[in-house]
Nanobody, 116 residues
């Protein structure tokens, strides 16, 4: 049974930091590209950051220099370190696993709210 379980969301003040985690199970984690997406109210889901099976990363322009994606294949976990958070980062953040667009899995999401 495939599972992606996100954690680490919450309420943080502008300028603060959060670290999201996504624990995976039920598939060969090391072979999958992993990504974080987010969806704000009234907006479409957008890609935030991605890391390939080989460790190559890419980021949305809006988070470059502030967010860092990483993975620990031994623990089947992907992380998103979010620094210098802004109110516009407020969204539900989703973990995604992708294998050559043949297999695609989603987590249930975790809420991130940036507000004073």
């Amino acid at each position: 049974q495939v599972q992606l379980v996100e954690s680490g969301g919450g309420l943080v003040q502008p300028g603060g930091s959060l670290r999201l985690s996504c624990a995976a199970s039920g598939f060969t984690f090391s072979m999958f590209a992993m990504s974080w997406y987010r969806q704000a109210p009234g907006k479409e889901r957008e890609l935030v950051a991605a890391i390939s099976a080989g460790g190559t990363t890419n980021y949305a322009d809006s988070v470059k220099g502030r967010f860092t994606i990483s993975r620990d294949n031994a623990k089947s976990t992907v992380f998103l370190q979010m620094n210098s958070l802004k109110p516009e980062d407020t969204a539900v953040y989703y973990c995604n696993a992708d294998y050559l667009r043949i297999y695609r899995y989603w987590g249930q999401g975790t809420q991130v709210t940036v507000s004073s």
